[in-house]
């Protein structure tokens, strides 16, 4: 976590499996709840870009990538982007030609879209704190700890985690 702390931008990259998002990944997003804005979300987070990659053999590569985008909204980062592909293949070796290009082409097209904007929070990610700052506020969090970490961040007062960033 120190690591995505720094990085302006997060690559999450993940194989479809069984209509999901992998049992590693699965894992990962676990460890990291106490990122989640209902609990200890970090001030950082709120003016990352992030980009969600999953390939299927066939399907189910929308809903790997919602396990993750869905984490990424609720750590607070504004800006995520996804690309999901079903390439008939189980390698990239084997993906048919016309179809790498292809892929090739839509790469290229997302960098230069991450490249070029901007991470600011949006109505979804300010109301769904907000409505975690009431939680907070009416000591409907998971404890006092988790209170008091909100209380010095100065976001039960005035301060917002998209200002501090
Ligand atoms: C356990 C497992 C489950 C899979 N489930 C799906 C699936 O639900 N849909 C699909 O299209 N492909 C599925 N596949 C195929 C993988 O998405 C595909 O083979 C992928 O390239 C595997 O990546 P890996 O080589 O990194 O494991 C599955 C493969 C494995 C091993």
Not at 12 to 24: D, G, H, Q, V
Not at 38 to 43: G, I
Not at 89 to 112: C, S, V
Request: glycine share 6%.
């Amino acid at each position: 976590m120190d690591a995505v702390e720094k990085s302006d931008l997060l690559i999450f990259t993940t194989p479809t499996y069984c209509m999901r998002t992998s049992a590693p990944m699965k894992a990962f997003i676990d460890l990291t709840f106490t990122y989640w804005m209902s609990h200890k979300p970090r001030a950082s987070m709120f003016s990352k870009k992030a980009v969600v990659i999953s390939t299927a053999a066939g399907a189910g590569a929308g809903s790997a990538i919602k396990d993750i985008t869905n984490t990424l909204l609720y750590w607070g980062v504004p800006y995520v982007k996804s690309y999901g592909k079903a390439i008939q293949a189980t390698d990239w070796e084997h993906i048919k030609p016309e179809l790498k290009e292809k892929i090739n082409k839509d790469m290229a097209a997302l960098a230069k879209k991450l490249k070029n904007s901007k991470a600011h929070a949006g109505i979804k990610t300010r109301f769904i704190f907000s409505m975690m700052r009431m939680m907070q506020q009416k000591g409907m969090g998971a404890g006092e700890e988790e209170r008091k970490y909100w209380q010095e961040q100065g976001w039960l007062d005035k301060t917002r985690p998209w200002k501090a960033a």
